[in-house]
């Protein structure tokens, strides 16, 4: 019996091209990606004589609450013990997170409360509230 002897062969894959594939795959993503734009509610926003504008958005987290009372975390409908636990996660993973309150001009004020108070229990203590900027309102 004659054993054959094997000769190792070298596959050799063809590396110049590799960096125009890696740029055109880059620049094929960035073209097509579609930035998601936060939806949440329709709310008509309260009047307010003086506001400030705020640049500074990566550190927001967004809450809706519509006219019927329903609450919008970042797009994702909840209820008010929900806030709790989502804002503890939040917080956990950024101390300097906003809670961003765009509430309705006519929902009841009890649906606010308990959202403030659920930001509370989770220690989120950094609140601010959408208003909509009218000039001579009031005295």
Do not use: H
Request: avoid cysteine; aromatic fraction near 10%; glycine fraction near 4%.
């Amino acid at each position: 019996m004659r054993l054959k002897q094997r000769i190792p062969s070298k596959t050799n894959i063809p590396t110049s091209s590799m960096s125009d594939i890696a740029f055109l795959l880059l620049l094929f993503f960035l073209v097509t990606t579609k930035f998601r734009k936060e939806i949440g509610f329709q709310v008509i926003l309260p009047e307010a004589r003086a506001t400030e504008r705020i640049i500074k958005t990566e550190d927001l987290a967004r809450i809706f609450i519509n006219s019927k009372g329903q609450i919008s975390v970042d797009d994702f409908l909840v209820q008010p013990s929900d806030v709790v636990i989502r804002f503890r996660l939040k917080i956990a993973e950024n101390p300097a997170m906003i809670a961003y309150i765009k509430a309705d001009k006519r929902v009841k004020y009890n649906y606010v409360d308990q959202v403030l108070e659920s930001l509370r229990e989770a220690k989120a203590l950094r609140v601010i509230f959408a208003t909509e900027f009218k000039e001579g309102l009031g005295g």
